[in-house]
């Protein structure tokens, strides 16, 4: 398929290939600058209707499925494309979570990245070596979250799970809902305190959190916007919404 290879618009333009039970988009929006825009496109798959399981998210990896999302982003020229999905993304590893990010790269004509890749990103920029993990999902997703980050050379000093099974309970949660379980989670050993699941809304806590327990708190949304804007060259600092965004 051929397309201009030529980017410049009046704005910088991020890609997101979501799935379709995803409702915060209004999230990724609060960790912008001025002039940058998200484009959303969205993907089903037979098992969307299921409880949030090993199985189900391992569905929404399909590559195929994401191949097509990806392709119709192509048009509007992305310059970067992000994969908005925590748990399809550390589901099967790094290996894994590299598939997905070519398959986007390719059908996008961009460059990629995924929320865990954001994370992966994230926590070295800042210096992390070991991390707390809190998650939305049963002990047995957030156990392949925990694994991915192993293998990437960190420690894990602690995770919690809510045990929620959708993502219409993720996202209808209050932003209280997540510095609790950051506190719950967090341990005096741990660099950082990381908040998984795309569907999370962080973004007016994040700040005065980081002042609380003195240390990065790592939200899905806040690193997954950072790593793209980064990808893309927007260097703008975003105050008020972490120190990631605010200092790196």
């Not at 209004?26 to 199985?55: C, H, K, M």
């Not at 699941?197 to 002042?211: M, V």
């Amino acid at each position: 398929m051929e397309m201009s290879t030529s980017k410049q618009g009046l704005t910088t333009r991020i890609g997101v290939v979501s799935p379709d039970d995803g409702i915060n988009d209004d999230e990724y929006n609060e960790y912008l600058p001025p002039g940058v825009t998200l484009l959303w496109t969205r993907f089903r798959t037979p098992q969307r209707f299921d409880p949030i399981s090993v199985a189900m998210v391992s569905a929404y990896g399909d590559l195929e499925i994401i191949r097509d999302a990806a392709l119709t982003l192509r048009i509007t020229r992305p310059q970067v494309t992000l994969f908005a999905c925590n748990s399809c993304s550390f589901v099967h590893g790094p290996v894994g979570d590299r598939k997905i990010r070519n398959v986007i790269a390719e059908a996008a004509d961009s460059l990629a990245t995924s929320v865990t890749d954001s994370q992966i990103q994230a926590l070295r920029t800042l210096g992390v070596s070991q991390v707390a993990v809190g998650a939305p999902y049963s002990s047995e997703v957030t156990a392949q979250l925990a694994a991915y980050l192993e293998q990437s050379g960190f420690k894990i000093t602690s995770t919690r799970s809510l045990g929620l099974t959708t993502e219409w309970q993720i996202g209808n949660s209050l932003p209280s809902v997540w510095a609790a379980l950051a506190r719950e989670v967090n341990r005096t050993e741990a660099d950082a305190v990381l908040l998984a699941c795309s569907g999370i809304r962080t973004a007016p806590i994040l700040h005065d959190l980081e002042k609380e327990l003195q240390k990065p708190v790592i939200s899905a949304p806040a690193a997954s916007v950072w790593h793209s804007l980064r990808l893309a060259g927007v260097a703008t600092a975003v105050s008020g919404r972490g120190m990631l965004l605010k200092q790196y």
